[in-house]
């Protein structure tokens, strides 16, 4: 990850929640951002920038051209340097043709060396190496460069993250002004992510949004004083809304959702919102016959809640995720796997009162179930695993993130599941090395997590190194991980991505 000419300065790298941050500019709007979707990508992202050297050496290293070397990872603050010339407009929020950009005629270098760093064929190639956050910014170097970024291709499965304050521009006078959203809709991003808005600023987003009406799939509304209202309009006027997300919305009520969601709605993720109760659910499982995919994060769900779902949802929905449904029993997961019996990926994070009982139910029901996350279930014990060994096979998937009671015991029944892939066992405090040996014979391992486990010594990690097919290892607070064993890693497992 070291820059062979600047010391060892890293590339910028993407925090691991996906978001990116555009850097500030003079208009006050420099904290807008953008949500990746992949993990894939993210990881991607994380490692050395692999550009191919198409462009001349003599143009790639010369030092006065607004141009990235490409013999080394890209760095932003070089880039910032020369990307945009003073009172340049933020990406994305204004895409004035009148801004001061330079043209290709006044880059410096010779004619032929102007030519290659505008050539499209070549920009098309090489833009496709940079991060959400260097696009932003290359595209700010001149004008031919933003043409060939501000293709869609470029920002397909990116989110645009907007607060309340960076919609609008405070004028001389003192009166607001919608800002432009044109740069976002000449890249045709058909999601997005508002933060803090009210019904007012739902209303004007949809009247200065160009694709508003029909070109918008995915909305999600965060921290936000939307009211039933606001839902309603916002619902009705954006017909190709698809995916709904509302987290931390406290201000609208289970009688707004009743007459605010439509059927074409497919996927429906909502967390932290006070109101939401059983009645809620009620109104999801009838008025969302379509639904593919359901994120719950509600403490005041029962168990007769999971009863409601109809037969056609049953057939539909082959994602569920109960995120620290406190009130769900064992009772409530027999309801769930006789109304929802496709399921291929399942969360019971949190549920706190789910048992070994509940995850018998699940393995012996939902056989088709290709992920399933139990973290945080502190009743959970080896037993639960014997269960998923034998009938979960499938199963690519396993989260037991603060599952305290699993032991080496519960590894050895999960070392015969042939097509695990990821396992996550961060903060499992009897897991020994013992219980390493057992995932020695997993070949199909791809992603192994035992971030926080106190009893893992050096020596017992250092045995992973057998399993060769590993590309992500995390041991993040795991008191056995030294810098030898990071150093021995890197011998043994070049091409695992070791997270410290």
């Excluded at 933003?146 to 521009?169: M, S």
């Excluded at 057939?315 to 995120?323: D, E, F, I, Q, S």
């Excluded at 994070?349 to 995850?359: A, E, F, I, R």
Aim: overall charge negative.
């Amino acid at each position: 990850m070291s820059n062979p000419r600047n010391g060892d300065t890293k590339p910028p790298c993407l925090p691991r929640n996906g978001l990116v941050k555009i850097p500030t500019q003079p208009n006050g709007l420099g904290s807008a951002s953008i949500t990746k979707g992949t993990p894939a990508v993210k990881n991607r992202l994380c490692q050395p920038s692999s550009v191919p050297a198409i462009l001349s050496p003599a143009l790639a290293h010369r030092s006065d051209l607004p141009i990235p070397s490409l013999a080394s990872p890209l760095s932003l603050a070089t880039l910032a340097s020369v990307s945009s010339p003073p009172g340049a407009p933020l990406v994305g929020l204004n895409t004035s043709e009148g801004s001061e950009q330079p043209s290709p005629e006044r880059l410096p270098g010779s004619p032929s060396e102007r030519q290659l760093a505008v050539d499209e064929k070549i920009l098309n190639r090489l833009f496709w190496y940079f991060s959400a956050c260097e696009k932003c910014v290359l595209a700010q170097v001149c004008k031919a460069w933003r043409r060939v970024l501000y293709q869609p291709k470029f920002w397909v499965g990116l989110t645009p993250v907007l607060h309340t304050k960076e919609l609008y521009n405070v004028l001389p006078g003192g009166e607001k002004e919608f800002v432009s959203l044109q740069g976002f809709a000449v890249r045709g991003f058909d999601g997005f992510c508002l933060v803090g808005v009210s019904d007012l600023d739902i209303c004007e987003f949809i009247d200065n949004y160009p694709l508003s009406k029909k070109g918008v799939k995915s909305m999600s509304l965060k921290r936000s004083t939307i009211t039933d209202a606001g839902l309603e309009v916002m619902l009705e006027q954006m017909q190709g809304v698809v995916r709904l997300e509302l987290s931390g919305c406290n201000d609208f009520t289970e009688a707004g959702l009743w007459s605010s969601l439509n059927a074409r709605i497919t996927a429906l993720s909502v967390s932290d919102c006070i109101n939401v109760a059983d009645d809620a659910i009620a109104a999801i499982s009838q008025l969302l016959p379509n639904l593919t995919e359901l994120n719950l994060q509600a403490y005041h769900v029962t168990d007769t809640a999971l009863a409601y779902f109809t037969a056609k949802q049953g057939y539909t929905t082959h994602t569920l995720r109960l995120n620290s449904c406190w009130e769900i029993t064992n009772h409530g997961v027999v309801n769930m796997v006789h109304s929802l019996p496709n399921l291929s990926v399942l969360s019971l994070s949190g549920c706190s009162k789910v048992t070994d009982d509940g995850v018998e139910l699940v393995a012996e029901n939902l056989r088709k179930l290709r992920s399933l996350d139990l973290s945080w279930c502190p009743r959970i014990t080896d037993m639960a695993l014997e269960y998923i060994a034998c009938d979960l096979h499938k199963l690519e998937e396993l989260v037991l993130d603060r599952c305290v009671r699993i032991t080496d015991t519960g590894l050895s029944y999960l070392s015969t599941m042939s097509s695990l892939r990821s396992l996550y066992l961060r903060w499992c405090c009897q897991v020994q090395d013992f219980g390493l040996k057992h995932l020695l014979s997993m070949g199909s391992l791809r992603l192994l997590s035992l971030a926080g486990c106190p009893l893992l010594t050096t020596t017992g990690l250092s045995g992973l190194v057998q399993l060769q097919e590993l590309e992500e290892l995390e041991l993040t607070n795991c008191p056995g991980a030294t810098p030898e064993l990071f150093k021995y890693f890197s011998q043994h497992l070049p091409c695992c991505m070791v997270i410290e």
